[in-house]
């Protein structure tokens, strides 16, 4: 974007968002909206002004679906709109395809059109697809996998017939990212082995695409659940080809693997918080309903490196913190384990020496 064009048309078609300053990106999207965002990039194409058609293969592993529901929940441009625009083909998704996991003898009968194993084997063997994976994988018990089963095979198992032949795979959600609640320190945590598709926690030594020695880029669009903002725009980023994959992915993604873009390194919920006054003023709350900050309720704004308090949610009405309920960084690689117990303020006492202000 140029740094000195007033214009918002002008600003939006310039746009390059991946790669934007976040304060920039946020300032496009409130003067064009995400709709023309999305537009513009439809426009920009050289010749047919409509995308080649991309292809999605959704899996899920150890998850709640909150991810999906979230995505439902997009606005401006809703989910069926912007995937028109994109021309996104959802090929599969458990959730929002009305197939069977239906088996005889052990084996899946009937045909792709109504079974979806079969179809998630159609779809992988053909490869030419983004790979989006919602929920943790398991690798327990002993590295079978078989913790979580799906039909009649392994989440592991089926996320590495998925993976082989991916272009790109998009974590979504902090379970798939990096483990999430399925990592939860516990007494049985070693024994279920989940693992994130890249990463465990903050460890890149332990994601299931090391384990399955397979070698595919990755991005990580954590949170719990993550912003419709965040996929759709991640996804229109790659589809436009403004964002080369993988050449462009060390320059717009963190060490973590997330778009600096929605969670910048150097800027934390808690700097944009609404309640921030009552921060420098000492006044806290200490239960659900009130006004003041959410500091003794165990907010962890301070960890959390995310837009949520500029872009908000629910199109743009809200978010966690102005709504009442205090940051739990629900984005970070190491949730929830960072802000457990929750609700407690025992571990933010360290976060305001290191913060200060």
């Known amino acids: 974007m140029s740094e000195g064009n007033t214009n918002s048309d002008s600003s939006v078609n310039d746009l390059d968002f991946l790669r934007m300053d976040w304060h920039k990106f946020l300032k496009a999207r409130g003067s064009g909206g995400s709709f023309k965002l999305l537009e513009n990039y439809k426009n920009d194409t050289q010749g047919d002004p409509d995308f080649p058609v991309t292809h999605v293969l959704w899996i899920q592993g150890a998850q709640c679906t909150g991810c999906s529901e979230s995505l439902l929940d997009a606005s401006n441009p809703g989910l069926l709109k912007a995937f028109e625009i994109l021309n996104i083909d959802l090929e599969r998704h458990e959730a929002f395809l009305a197939h069977q996991g239906l088996f005889v003898d052990g084996e899946p009968a009937n045909t792709s059109e109504l079974n979806s194993e079969i179809l998630l084997d159609e779809i992988s063997e053909r490869g030419n697809y983004i790979l989006m994976v919602e929920g943790a994988i398991a690798n327990g018990p002993e590295g079978s996998g078989k913790y979580f089963m799906s039909g009649n095979r392994s989440s592991k198992d089926m996320f590495k017939k998925a993976a082989q032949n991916a272009d790109l795979i998009i974590a979504v959600g902090t379970c798939a990212a990096y483990g999430g609640i399925n990592t939860a320190n516990s007494d049985i945590v070693d024994i279920l082995d989940y693992r994130g598709v890249a990463f465990t926690k903050k460890d890149p030594s332990k994601g299931m695409l090391k384990v399955l020695g397979i070698d595919k880029p990755v991005i990580n669009i954590p949170g719990c659940p993550p912003h419709p903002d965040w996929i759709i725009f991640t996804l229109s980023a790659i589809i436009s080809g403004n964002v080369k994959i993988p050449d462009d992915l060390p320059e717009v993604l963190d060490e973590f693997g997330r778009p600096k873009v ?8 808690h700097k944009d918080c609404p309640r921030k006054e009552f921060f420098k ?70 976060s305001i020496k290191k913060e200060g202000d």
């Open 281 to 350: 003023n000492k006044e806290f709350d200490s239960c659900a309903g009130g006004e003041k900050c959410l500091l003794r309720m165990g907010c962890q704004a301070f960890l959390a490196h995310a837009d949520c308090a500029l872009r908000k949610w629910n199109d743009g009405h809200s978010y966690c913190v102005q709504s009442g309920s205090p940051c739990i960084a629900c984005v970070e690689p190491d949730f929830p384990d960072n802000a457990r117990p929750l609700y407690s303020s025992k571990k933010n006492k360290k």
């Open 262 to 269: 929605f969670f910048p390194p150097d800027h934390n919920v």
